[in-house]
């Protein structure tokens, strides 16, 4: 089956714009969350959909927000762009409910971004 | 707060020696899942091993196994007959259920090289 696509894989930004990075998880999979990887940060958590409603969101400003459509496919966008927001984006998705709450998470290749 | 420690920033073995990495983790859960994952220079985060917490023994994954040590709060790594292709980024991670809401908290990561 078809993995976790992230698009786009590149994606060079200036200052102050806004950017929106998408997710198609794997089939039959509800739940979808998002990383930021940073050398400096290491992996940090900043939301996770499941049928289409946020469950849990990491310590971002609310310049990080995110949305999850009804073919569980999810989008995040940063407004206002920083140099700071430059990182390694992932997306994971998993079946992540009742039973397979600790199910593995699979991850997508990542949009890394840079913000100029 | 939920916190997952790896203390080896970087380790570098022969081909064909064993290896373990170590990560402890910090959490007043009692129910939790613990993950290894690779991450290869392709960035692709792989799931190499997990372990669900209630479980006593010992996961393994051909030449993967882990050390769980639950009163410690510890879970490390062992790697048996290291191959070329064991060369990555590998992060120890956590995963508990709080109404619903689940979150990976990664450590900072142990860069493993196996020299040939």
């Known amino acids: 089956k078809a993995g976790v696509t992230q698009t786009p894989r590149y994606l060079i930004k200036t200052r102050g714009q806004q950017v929106t990075l998408s997710c198609s998880p794997i089939?039959?999979?509800?739940?979808v969350s998002w990383y930021q990887q940073t050398p400096g940060q290491g992996l940090q958590f900043l939301f996770e959909?499941?049928?289409?409603?946020?469950?849990n969101k990491g310590n971002f400003p609310g310049r990080f927000s995110g949305r999850q459509f009804s073919n569980s496919r999810s989008e995040m966008n940063v407004s206002t762009l920083e140099l700071g927001d430059s990182a390694l984006y992932l997306c994971?998705?998993?079946?992540?409910?009742?039973?397979?709450?600790?199910?593995?998470?699979?991850f997508g290749q990542g949009t890394r971004l840079t913000v100029v | 707060a939920q916190t997952v420690t790896q203390s080896q920033p970087e380790m570098s073995v022969q081909e064909a020696e064993t290896v373990t990495l170590s990560c402890t983790y910090d959490?007043?859960?009692?129910?939790?899942?613990l993950f290894w994952y690779k991450q290869p220079p392709s960035r692709q985060m792989i799931l190499v091993i997990r372990?669900?917490?209630?479980?006593?023994q010992n996961a393994t994954e051909n030449r993967f196994s882990v050390n769980f040590q639950k009163a410690a709060k510890s879970f490390s790594l062992k790697i048996s007959d290291s191959q070329l292709g064991d060369t990555a980024m590998y992060f120890c991670?956590?995963?508990?259920?709080?109404?619903?809401?689940?979150?990976?908290?990664f450590g900072q990561g142990t860069r493993l090289t196996i020299n040939p």
């Open positions: 994971a998705s998993s079946r992540g409910a009742g039973s397979f709450w600790g199910a593995e998470a699979f």
């Open positions: 089939s039959g999979h509800r739940s």
């Open positions: 959909y499941f049928s289409e409603t946020q469950r």
């Open positions: 959490t007043s859960e009692s129910n939790y899942y």
């Open positions: 372990q669900e917490a209630y479980k006593q």
């Open positions: 991670a956590f995963i508990s259920n709080i109404q619903g809401a689940q979150k990976l908290v």
